[in-house]
């Protein structure tokens, strides 16, 4: 369990002054002096330390100049340190959380604004036909070929433009037809869309959506055609049956009449479809389902039946990387038996429709389906599943790497800070000593688990682990003067002056052995869930009624 959270995202620089979020003008003041009394680049001669407290100082400064200003303070902890270099200007018109928050959120639309206005949104599909049976007999492998392609552009939140066209080549015939879309929000429940298209279907047309309810939808179009000035019209339907199924239905009056009602179910493995359509010499019913058995492969099958169409399709497809996955599809149908090879890129696909024979032959059929098959699982097992492993490996290694080098400068810093609280980190203690108050004998923090075993064990030394850093000399430097010590829940402990986090992204604890007015202790701080609590492993002071009496306040 990793101790940074959302919560704790603008809290860092109250770590590093060692303040809760809630502190006064007055605490932020008195801990600022304290730092900058040890930090102070003045106080040393060497080099080296006033290199290091020069480095220090300019954090403990910088941290200082943003909580002591009202403004700068509140932009802070309402959105951290992102809220302070997002252009937000500050003024006597700014004066309080509210109007801030405001005044932030609208340049966050500004620049969402000028983001979407630049972003643009390609897509795009290729087709080729291919037959085996027509290569054989010598007339060349490909018989027809389609491509689509759009952009779609959002002009603003409200409005987005898309243009694209397609083309398609069937033997010694093709044709081709270019369309825009214009496509307008209304309001939250309605939308309105206006097309054009020249070339094979010339027309011009509108439609609008609207929800009737948090359940339902209904769009209703017209659509005029440039050749003959004939009309359509299209009304659909949709509803929300569950949260995992939704239902439609669509009917279009025009030269070619249709009804078709359809269903749709989803859920986090499987989706299903069906739709059944009838119209003026038409009739057509499809269903397809699709599992995914793992994160990146999945199975799919559909069925298709209708007045010119018989066919069932049965294949599975894996996910290659983030943007990119590809299917392979068996056909055995009326038209004969077929492969089909898919690739999604982004928004492109690339489809390969492979005719292997007209004829339905049993034993021809069942070696089209086993074949490739049995070579995808053997692929899958000896060549595709061991490069994986190994590609996980390297990449797990070169987080790890990088992970370990930003451990080792965070350590070092840690070091470096804790050798410039080492003097007043010992006056403090041998006052302490004097007057019988708090003194750290021994306070370690890291790896929650490393930290119970040295704890149950009679080892005595951590050096031979990197998950733990000793942290007593950061902790006898923020005793008070009168034998207190507070470190504050809800700010993470790694960013505290000397400290770090020792083993990013494992559950943590702090344990400390100290010494309040002659008697030892031991507490340890263990962090789960983000939730701070306390454990006193030895009995207290008799004379103290909580915590806070025995001089530690968590």
Known sequence: MAERNESQDNRELYALLNLSPDASDEEI?????????????????????????????QRIREAYEILSDPHKRQIYDIYG?????????LGSTLNGAEVIKAELERLKRMKEREKLAAHFLPSGTIIANMSLPRYLDGDGL??????????????????????????????????????????HQLSKDSSVEFVASVGLRALIGVQTTRNLSSHSTATMGVAMSLRDGSLNLSNLWTRQLSETASGHIELNLGQQSSIAVGWQKKDE??????????GTGLFEAAV?????????????????????????????????????SVRWLYVIGIQGISWKFELYRGGQKIILPILLTRHLNPVFATGAFFI??????????????????????????????ESSAQVKEAWAAAEKAQKLQQNVANRKRNRQLETGGLVITRALYGNQIVLSN??????????????????????????????????????????????????PGRPKELYVEYVYAGNQFKVTSCLLRFKIVIKLSHLVDPRANSKFETGLGW
């Open 81 to 89: 340190m992102e809220g302070l270099t997002s252009g937000l200007e």
């Open 372 to 401: 490739p098959a049995s070579l995808y699982f053997c692929l899958k097992k000896f060549l595709i599943k061991p490069y994986y492993l190994r590609r996980s490996k390297q990449k797990a290694l070169e987080e790890e790497k």
């Open 269 to 278: 493995r499987r989706s299903a479809s069906g739709e059944l359509k009838f």
């Open 142 to 183: 490909v018989i027809g070929m389609a491509m689509t392609s759009e952009i779609q552009s959002h002009l603003s939140k409200r409005n987005a433009f898309t243009i694209g066209g397609n083309l398609a080549v069937n033997g010694g015939e093709g044709g081709g037809a270019a369309n825009a879309l214009f496509r």
């Open 29 to 57: 003041r008195r801990a600022y002096r304290q730092w900058a009394q040890a930090y102070h680049p003045d106080k040393y001669q060497a080099p080296h330390m006033k290199d290091i407290a020069t480095e220090n100082f």
């Open 454 to 503: 040295l704890k149950s064990s009679s080892e005595t030394s951590f050096e031979s682990t990197s998950d733990v850093i000793d942290v007593t000399i950061p902790l006898n430097f923020l005793v008070n003067d009168s034998g207190q010590l507070k470190l504050h829940e809800g700010v993470k402990k790694s960013g505290i002056m000397g400290f770090c986090d020792p083993c």
């Open 288 to 324: 397809h389902c699709t599992h995914r058995f793992s994160r990146k492969s999945l199975g799919c099958i559909a069925g298709r039946v209708g007045s010119s169409s018989l066919e069932i399709e049965v294949g599975g497809g894996r996910k290659l990387s983030k943007f990119s």
